[in-house]
């Protein structure tokens, strides 16, 4: 069909056209956003997220790092300890209190270390059942330890870029204030007691920033082509079913009158014809 005639019959159906338009754009929200009806909600749908990142050092009272006699592998190993305590309910509870988040609303990994397999750092089924349980959560935090390092990486997610930050840098604070209190209750020598430092601010900012506009475009520019193509041959039947045929809107009788035209004058030269064969027989 030519596109000046597949224009020509969405013109003349424009009303359906713009319900079309109407109900793609429907279906273009309700891409992006969740729809409450009790009570009456508009709720996004969180295509785009921030991130955040920080760094947690697990150190001595007098640096170690200062100091090339000291060995790090206690410390390394005090840190993939606090990796794993960091993803236990207990210590997402104190993160949540300490960045002023729900915490139902997030849900926490790892530690994952760096320099092992992928294979080796699968989850079991048991861990697998709670990660999705968790993958609707809004708020979620991921622990990574690199093995001879006492440094714990901490990556959060969050639907604002402040909140990302906020709850990456509350993972190193709660965990702080928690082996304090531990050490003061238990009156730790100074010189055995462990020290966690935060390097740094947490950095983040957004991920997949315009995708909620690329979504709502996509869906709406479907849902609209979708709807004009069936107009299109709802149109070719109606007419169809009013009686019209592929010669329809021809002139039918410039056919008849042309064939008359044409018996007429073949007649006579029939006749000649037939003179001649009955003077030659």
């Not at 870029?161 to 840098?169: I, K, N, R, S």
């Not at 021809?250 to 006579?268: D, H, I, K």
């Amino acid at each position: 069909m030519e596109p000046a005639r597949t224009l020509k019959i969405l013109w003349r159906r424009r009303r359906l056209v713009a319900l079309g338009a109407a109900v793609a754009l429907l279906a273009a929200l309700l891409s992006i956003y969740r729809l409450g009806l009790f009570p009456p909600s508009l709720e996004s749908r969180s295509n785009v997220f921030a991130s955040a990142s920080s760094q947690i050092l697990v150190d001595a009272p007098n640096s170690a790092f200062a100091d090339t006699s000291f060995d790090l592998d206690e410390l390394d190993t005090r840190a993939s300890v606090f990796a794993r305590f960091l993803a236990s309910p207990a210590a997402v509870a104190l993160i949540a209190k300490e960045a002023g988040i729900p915490f139902e609303a997030i849900e926490a990994r790892g530690p994952f270390e760096l320099n092992l397999p992928e294979v080796q750092q699968a989850p079991t089924a048991e861990e697998r059942s709670s990660q999705i349980l968790g993958e609707g959560a809004l708020y979620r935090l991921r622990f990574e330890n690199n093995p001879g390092l006492p440094i714990v990486s901490v990556f959060a997610q969050a639907p604002e870029p402040e909140e990302a930050a906020t709850l990456a840098a509350a993972a190193p604070a709660a965990l702080h204030d928690y082996i304090e209190r531990i050490q003061v209750e238990q009156q730790t020598p100074l010189q055995r007691q462990v020290v966690v430092r935060q390097l740094g601010s947490s950095r983040g900012g957004t991920v997949n920033q315009g995708a909620n506009l690329q979504i709502a475009t996509l869906v709406f520019a479907v849902v609209l082509g979708t709807w004009c193509m069936l107009l299109i041959p709802a149109r070719t039947i109606a007419r169809g079913w009013r009686g019209g045929g592929p010669g329809d809107g021809q002139p039918r009788s410039n056919g008849s009158a042309g064939g008359r035209a044409n018996g007429r004058r073949r007649a006579p030269e029939a006749l000649r014809a037939d003179g001649r064969q009955q003077r030659i027989g």
